[in-house]
Nanobody
Framework: QVQLVESGGGLVQAGGSLRLSCVAS????????MGWFRQAPGKEREFLSG????????YSPASVKGRFTISRDNAKNTVYLQMNNLKPEDTAVYYC?????????????????WGQGTQVTVSS
């Protein structure tokens, strides 16, 4: 079993940047593909970006591609989400998740472990 803890959220003005971190404990992070999701009030959980176990395969949907970048440091058991040019509509709780798949799934149901989430609020 693996425990995930996100950090790095907060309040930022539109156009600003944040870097979220997700630290894993319990098992080595290299055993999992990792994904970042977000959920705004009244909306479904949305896939943002995924990275394979080795880091060699990365996928982000068009809605955030070019603004959000996922990376991982398996030696530090940490996954990151760099978010640039933030917009008020990016306001949500952001979650990292671990999947025992080799490539990161885009569907939340295929993830085995979740962090508790970190709030990101973007003011206009």
């Amino acid at each position: 079993q693996v425990q995930l803890v996100e950090s790095g959220g907060g309040l930022v003005q539109a156009g600003g940047s944040l870097r979220l971190s997700c630290v894993a404990s319990g098992r080595t992070l290299s055993s999992y593909a990792m994904g970042w999701f977000r959920q705004a009030p009244g909306k479904e959980r949305e896939f943002l970006s995924g990275i394979s176990r080795s880091g060699g395969s990365i996928y982000s949907p068009a809605s955030v591609k070019g603004r959000f970048t996922i990376s991982r440091d398996n030696a530090k058991n940490t996954v990151y989400l760099q978010m640039n040019n933030l917009k008020p509509e990016d306001t949500a709780v952001y979650y990292c998740a671990a999947s025992d798949a080799i490539l990161a799934p885009t569907i939340s149901g295929r993830y085995n472990y979740w962090g508790q989430g970190t709030q990101v609020t973007v003011s206009s």
